[in-house]
Protein backbone atom coordinates (compact mmCIF):
# COMPACT_ATOMS: atom_id res chain seq x y z
CA UNK A 1 0.00 0.00 0.00
CA UNK A 2 1.41 3.07 -1.09
CA UNK A 3 1.50 6.31 1.50
CA UNK A 4 0.98 9.60 -0.01
CA UNK A 5 2.95 12.47 1.27
CA UNK A 6 0.71 15.58 1.40
CA UNK A 7 1.97 18.32 -0.11
CA UNK A 8 3.44 21.38 1.13
CA UNK A 9 3.46 24.63 -0.44
CA UNK A 10 5.85 27.32 0.55
CA UNK A 11 4.24 31.19 0.35
CA UNK A 12 6.59 32.60 -2.52
CA UNK A 13 8.32 35.71 -1.69
CA UNK A 14 7.20 38.88 -3.09
CA UNK A 15 8.99 38.70 -6.57
CA UNK A 16 11.32 41.40 -7.39
CA UNK A 17 9.26 43.42 -9.66
CA UNK A 18 7.12 44.22 -7.05
CA UNK A 19 9.54 45.53 -4.70
CA UNK A 20 11.10 47.49 -7.84
CA UNK A 21 7.13 48.35 -8.42
CA UNK A 22 6.85 49.78 -4.84
CA UNK A 23 10.26 51.54 -4.91
CA UNK A 24 9.88 53.21 -7.66
CA UNK A 25 5.98 54.49 -6.93
CA UNK A 26 7.98 55.86 -4.13
CA UNK A 27 10.71 57.42 -5.80
CA UNK A 28 8.14 59.10 -8.28
CA UNK A 29 6.52 60.43 -5.14
CA UNK A 30 9.23 61.78 -3.74
CA UNK A 31 10.56 63.10 -6.88
CA UNK A 32 6.87 64.66 -7.54
CA UNK A 33 6.90 66.02 -3.90
CA UNK A 34 10.49 67.69 -4.51
CA UNK A 35 9.07 69.16 -7.78
CA UNK A 36 5.94 71.12 -5.84
CA UNK A 37 8.31 72.41 -3.40
CA UNK A 38 10.67 73.57 -5.98
CA UNK A 39 8.38 75.65 -7.74
CA UNK A 40 6.59 76.62 -4.85
CA UNK A 41 10.00 78.28 -3.09
CA UNK A 42 10.30 79.98 -6.92
CA UNK A 43 6.90 81.48 -6.82
CA UNK A 44 7.26 83.21 -3.27
CA UNK A 45 10.81 84.17 -3.70
CA UNK A 46 9.95 85.95 -7.08
CA UNK A 47 8.41 89.02 -5.38
CA UNK A 48 11.44 89.25 -3.29
CA UNK A 49 13.67 89.15 -6.52
CA UNK A 50 11.32 91.82 -8.25
CA UNK A 51 11.75 94.08 -5.24
CA UNK A 52 15.17 93.60 -4.86
CA UNK A 53 15.92 94.52 -9.22
CA UNK A 54 13.72 97.39 -8.85
CA UNK A 55 15.12 98.74 -5.52
CA UNK A 56 18.59 98.95 -7.30
CA UNK A 57 17.73 100.58 -10.44
CA UNK A 58 16.37 103.46 -11.94
CA UNK A 59 12.90 104.47 -12.50
CA UNK A 60 13.55 104.19 -16.39
CA UNK A 61 14.65 100.18 -15.93
CA UNK A 62 11.96 99.94 -13.82
CA UNK A 63 9.30 100.98 -16.33
CA UNK A 64 11.46 100.63 -19.79
CA UNK A 65 10.12 98.16 -22.03
CA UNK A 66 13.28 96.21 -22.16
CA UNK A 67 13.52 94.19 -18.85
CA UNK A 68 16.89 92.76 -17.81
CA UNK A 69 17.24 90.05 -15.42
CA UNK A 70 19.74 92.68 -13.60
CA UNK A 71 20.07 96.71 -13.94
CA UNK A 72 22.55 97.50 -16.03
CA UNK A 73 24.26 99.80 -13.59
CA UNK A 74 23.04 98.84 -10.22
CA UNK A 75 22.48 102.24 -8.00
CA UNK A 76 23.75 101.76 -4.68
CA UNK A 77 23.19 105.50 -4.22
CA UNK A 78 19.11 104.60 -3.80
CA UNK A 79 19.90 104.00 -0.05
CA UNK A 80 21.76 107.29 0.97
CA UNK A 81 18.80 108.78 -1.21
CA UNK A 82 16.17 107.01 0.61
CA UNK A 83 17.50 108.12 3.92
CA UNK A 84 18.87 112.22 2.99
CA UNK A 85 15.26 112.36 0.83
CA UNK A 86 14.01 115.60 2.88
CA UNK A 87 10.36 114.85 2.02
CA UNK A 88 10.01 112.10 3.86
CA UNK A 89 11.49 111.15 6.83
CA UNK A 90 11.86 107.35 6.56
CA UNK A 91 15.32 107.05 9.17
CA UNK A 92 12.26 108.07 11.47
CA UNK A 93 9.14 106.49 10.21
CA UNK A 94 11.24 103.41 11.26
CA UNK A 95 11.73 104.07 14.21
CA UNK A 96 8.46 105.01 14.93
CA UNK A 97 7.01 101.58 13.79
CA UNK A 98 9.43 99.81 15.90
CA UNK A 99 8.39 101.73 18.95
CA UNK A 100 4.45 101.30 17.84
CA UNK A 101 4.82 97.51 16.79
CA UNK A 102 7.13 97.05 19.75
CA UNK A 103 5.09 98.10 22.55
CA UNK A 104 1.93 97.19 21.07
CA UNK A 105 2.46 93.75 21.14
CA UNK A 106 3.76 93.43 25.05
CA UNK A 107 0.68 95.53 25.90
CA UNK A 108 -1.49 93.22 23.82
CA UNK A 109 0.17 89.75 25.24
CA UNK A 110 -0.09 91.55 28.65
CA UNK A 111 -3.98 92.68 28.17
CA UNK A 112 -5.35 89.56 26.24
CA UNK A 113 -3.56 87.37 28.39
CA UNK A 114 -4.76 88.38 31.51
CA UNK A 115 -8.37 88.54 30.12
CA UNK A 116 -8.25 85.72 28.83
CA UNK A 117 -7.17 83.64 32.09
CA UNK A 118 -9.57 85.66 33.98
CA UNK A 119 -12.03 84.29 31.66
CA UNK A 120 -10.70 80.66 32.11
CA UNK A 121 -10.03 80.17 35.42
CA UNK A 122 -11.70 82.51 37.81
CA UNK A 123 -14.90 81.49 38.66
CA UNK A 124 -17.75 84.16 38.26
CA UNK A 125 -21.42 83.42 37.60
CA UNK A 126 -21.54 86.28 34.47
CA UNK A 127 -17.82 85.11 33.14
CA UNK A 128 -19.73 83.40 29.85
CA UNK A 129 -21.59 86.75 29.35
CA UNK A 130 -18.56 88.56 29.20
CA UNK A 131 -17.10 86.06 27.10
CA UNK A 132 -20.14 86.21 24.82
CA UNK A 133 -19.38 90.15 25.06
CA UNK A 134 -16.05 89.89 24.12
CA UNK A 135 -16.79 87.83 20.82
CA UNK A 136 -19.47 90.25 19.90
CA UNK A 137 -16.62 92.88 19.83
CA UNK A 138 -15.57 90.59 16.91
CA UNK A 139 -19.14 91.00 14.36
CA UNK A 140 -18.45 95.16 14.91
CA UNK A 141 -16.34 96.51 11.73
CA UNK A 142 -13.58 99.06 12.17
CA UNK A 143 -15.37 101.55 10.48
CA UNK A 144 -17.89 101.86 13.04
CA UNK A 145 -15.75 102.39 15.98
CA UNK A 146 -13.21 104.52 14.17
CA UNK A 147 -14.70 108.11 14.50
CA UNK A 148 -15.12 107.60 18.03
CA UNK A 149 -12.47 106.41 18.44
CA UNK A 150 -10.63 109.59 16.81
CA UNK A 151 -12.72 111.31 18.99
CA UNK A 152 -12.07 110.57 21.86
CA UNK A 153 -8.35 110.47 21.42
CA UNK A 154 -8.18 113.85 19.85
CA UNK A 155 -9.98 115.26 23.27
CA UNK A 156 -7.06 113.52 24.88
CA UNK A 157 -5.07 115.40 22.68
CA UNK A 158 -2.98 112.34 21.89
CA UNK A 159 -3.10 113.09 18.37
CA UNK A 160 0.83 112.97 16.67
CA UNK A 161 2.21 110.99 20.25
CA UNK A 162 2.70 107.17 20.67
CA UNK A 163 -0.25 107.10 22.83
CA UNK A 164 -2.32 107.68 20.34
CA UNK A 165 -1.27 105.22 18.28
CA UNK A 166 -0.80 102.69 20.97
CA UNK A 167 -3.56 102.92 23.62
CA UNK A 168 -6.59 102.46 21.41
CA UNK A 169 -5.43 98.94 19.89
CA UNK A 170 -4.44 97.51 23.27
CA UNK A 171 -7.32 94.92 23.54
CA UNK A 172 -7.89 92.81 20.85
CA UNK A 173 -10.58 90.23 20.78
CA UNK A 174 -9.53 87.66 18.86
CA UNK A 175 -6.51 87.69 20.82
CA UNK A 176 -8.40 87.18 23.93
CA UNK A 177 -10.24 84.41 22.55
CA UNK A 178 -6.87 82.36 21.45
CA UNK A 179 -5.54 83.25 25.29
CA UNK A 180 -8.95 81.66 26.42
CA UNK A 181 -8.85 78.59 24.64
CA UNK A 182 -5.26 78.10 25.28
CA UNK A 183 -5.65 78.65 29.24
CA UNK A 184 -8.63 76.05 28.96
CA UNK A 185 -6.35 73.18 28.31
CA UNK A 186 -3.37 74.32 30.62
CA UNK A 187 -3.45 71.39 33.15
CA UNK A 188 -4.90 72.73 36.55
CA UNK A 189 -3.06 70.43 38.37
CA UNK A 190 0.07 72.90 38.42
CA UNK A 191 -2.05 75.95 39.27
CA UNK A 192 -3.66 73.98 41.73
CA UNK A 193 -0.11 72.47 43.49
CA UNK A 194 0.59 76.86 43.24
CA UNK A 195 -2.10 77.60 45.11
CA UNK A 196 -1.24 75.01 47.68
CA UNK A 197 1.52 76.58 48.40
CA UNK A 198 0.01 79.46 48.79
CA UNK A 199 0.08 81.49 45.54
CA UNK A 200 -3.43 83.22 44.35
CA UNK A 201 -4.53 83.92 40.90
CA UNK A 202 -1.79 86.34 39.93
CA UNK A 203 0.70 84.34 41.06
CA UNK A 204 0.19 81.23 39.71
CA UNK A 205 -0.36 83.43 36.41
CA UNK A 206 3.13 85.12 36.34
CA UNK A 207 5.05 82.26 38.49
CA UNK A 208 3.42 78.65 36.88
CA UNK A 209 1.27 80.05 33.87
CA UNK A 210 3.77 82.16 31.67
CA UNK A 211 6.95 80.05 32.34
CA UNK A 212 5.10 77.33 30.91
CA UNK A 213 3.27 78.95 27.67
CA UNK A 214 6.16 80.52 25.87
CA UNK A 215 5.94 78.61 23.06
CA UNK A 216 1.95 80.02 22.97
CA UNK A 217 3.24 83.74 23.79
CA UNK A 218 5.97 83.99 20.91
CA UNK A 219 3.18 82.75 18.54
CA UNK A 220 0.93 85.25 19.70
CA UNK A 221 4.07 88.00 19.78
CA UNK A 222 4.71 87.13 16.28
CA UNK A 223 1.40 87.62 14.69
CA UNK A 224 0.62 90.35 16.90
CA UNK A 225 4.14 92.30 15.69
CA UNK A 226 3.59 91.91 11.96
CA UNK A 227 0.04 93.61 12.58
CA UNK A 228 1.08 96.11 14.30
CA UNK A 229 3.84 96.76 11.99
CA UNK A 230 1.46 96.76 8.84
CA UNK A 231 -0.98 98.91 10.55
CA UNK A 232 -1.46 101.85 7.75
CA UNK A 233 -5.56 103.55 8.66
CA UNK A 234 -4.93 104.31 12.51
CA UNK A 235 -1.48 105.78 12.02
CA UNK A 236 -2.48 108.16 9.00
CA UNK A 237 -4.85 109.27 10.70
CA UNK A 238 -3.32 109.70 14.34
CA UNK A 239 0.74 110.55 13.01
CA UNK A 240 -0.78 113.91 11.01
CA UNK A 241 3.13 115.19 11.32
CA UNK A 242 5.73 113.90 9.28
CA UNK A 243 8.21 113.01 12.86
CA UNK A 244 4.85 111.08 14.13
CA UNK A 245 4.21 108.77 10.63
CA UNK A 246 5.44 105.27 10.64
CA UNK A 247 6.62 103.03 7.67
CA UNK A 248 3.81 102.41 6.17
CA UNK A 249 2.49 106.04 5.79
CA UNK A 250 5.88 107.15 4.65
CA UNK A 251 5.74 104.93 2.32
CA UNK A 252 2.42 106.01 1.07
CA UNK A 253 4.08 109.65 0.37
CA UNK A 254 6.58 108.28 -2.28
CA UNK A 255 3.17 108.30 -4.26
CA UNK A 256 1.10 111.40 -5.24
CA UNK A 257 -1.29 112.31 -8.43
CA UNK A 258 1.62 114.10 -9.85
CA UNK A 259 4.78 111.61 -9.21
CA UNK A 260 5.90 108.45 -8.41
CA UNK A 261 9.20 107.56 -7.30
CA UNK A 262 9.27 103.78 -7.98
CA UNK A 263 12.61 103.77 -7.02
CA UNK A 264 12.55 104.55 -3.62
CA UNK A 265 9.17 102.94 -3.05
CA UNK A 266 11.03 99.35 -3.69
CA UNK A 267 13.70 100.06 -1.39
CA UNK A 268 11.56 101.54 0.88
CA UNK A 269 9.94 98.52 0.98
CA UNK A 270 12.69 96.30 0.90
CA UNK A 271 13.62 97.89 3.97
CA UNK A 272 10.82 97.78 5.34
CA UNK A 273 9.76 93.90 5.40
CA UNK A 274 13.35 93.18 6.69
CA UNK A 275 12.17 93.48 10.60
CA UNK A 276 9.38 90.67 9.63
CA UNK A 277 11.26 88.58 7.66
CA UNK A 278 13.69 88.52 10.80
CA UNK A 279 10.72 87.88 13.48
CA UNK A 280 9.36 85.13 11.35
CA UNK A 281 12.50 83.30 10.75
CA UNK A 282 13.47 84.10 14.65
CA UNK A 283 9.78 82.74 15.69
CA UNK A 284 7.99 80.77 12.90
CA UNK A 285 8.93 77.47 14.92
CA UNK A 286 6.76 78.74 17.72
CA UNK A 287 3.72 79.93 15.50
CA UNK A 288 1.92 76.70 14.03
CA UNK A 289 2.46 74.97 17.32
CA UNK A 290 1.12 78.15 19.18
CA UNK A 291 -2.26 78.42 17.24
CA UNK A 292 -2.69 74.33 17.45
CA UNK A 293 -2.61 74.63 21.16
CA UNK A 294 -5.51 77.07 21.33
CA UNK A 295 -8.04 74.07 20.86
CA UNK A 296 -9.47 75.50 17.87
CA UNK A 297 -10.05 72.87 15.15
CA UNK A 298 -11.02 73.08 11.70
Known amino acids: MTTTMPEVRESAPPSDKRRHDRRGGGVMSSTGLYIATGIACFLFLVPFYLLVRNALSTDAEITGENWKFFP ?5 GNISELFTDGTVPYGQSLWNS ?14 CSL ?30 TFVPSFVLVSS ?4 DTYRGLIVPGLFSGFTCFLFRQYFLGFPKELEEAARVDGLGYWGAYWRIVVPNSLNFFAAMATITFIHGWNSFLWPLVIGQSPDAWTVQVALSNYMSNQTVVFHLIFMATAFSIL ?12 LVQGIAQTGIKG
Open 115 to 144: AGYGLARIPYKHANKVFYAVLGTLMVPTAV
Open 98 to 111: AVVATLHTVGVLLV
Open 275 to 286: PLVFVFLFLQRW
Open 156 to 159: LGWV
Open 72 to 76: TDIQW
